[in-house]
Nanobody
Framework: QVQLVESGGGLVQAGGSLRLSCAAS????????MGWFRQAPGKERDFVAA???????YYVDSVTGRFTISRDNAKNTVNLQMNSLKPEDTAVYYC?????????????????????WGQGTQVTVSS
């Protein structure tokens, strides 16, 4: 089993920045692919960003150029730097893990392919 704990959420004004962190423990492997998803009230959980064990990154179009995903395998952490935040970024953000090492673009974007999830952290962007 893998345990994931997110931190770093909060309230920020539009145009501001936040840095989310996800600490992984348990049966983790450096070959795991990691993702961030978000869920706004009344909406489905959507893909935000992913990083493979090789360091390849994927983003949803709406955050490209504003968000950056990174990982530190030595510390078992994955981060999401969020800049130029917009009110529509408001959601609960979830960290997720899937076993690697294989991956495809569509595979890492699909939340059904992630068996391990954190409890989520709230991000609220005021206008």
């Amino acid at each position: 089993q893998v345990q994931l704990v997110e931190s770093g959420g909060g309230l920020v004004q539009a145009g501001g920045s936040l840095r989310l962190s996800c600490a992984a423990s348990g049966r983790t492997y450096s070959s795991d692919n990691m993702g961030w998803f978000r869920q706004a009230p009344g909406k489905e959980r959507d893909f935000v960003a992913a990083i493979t064990w090789k360091g390849s990154t994927y983003y949803v179009d709406s955050v490209t150029g504003r968000f950056t995903i990174s990982r530190d395998n030595a510390k078992n952490t994955v981060n999401l730097q969020m800049n130029s935040l917009k009110p529509e970024d408001t959601a609960v953000y979830y960290c997720a893990a899937q076993r690697g090492p294989s991956y495809t673009d569509s595979y890492v974007r699909n939340n059904y392919n992630y068996p391990y999830w954190g409890q989520g952290t709230q991000v609220t962007v005021s206008s």
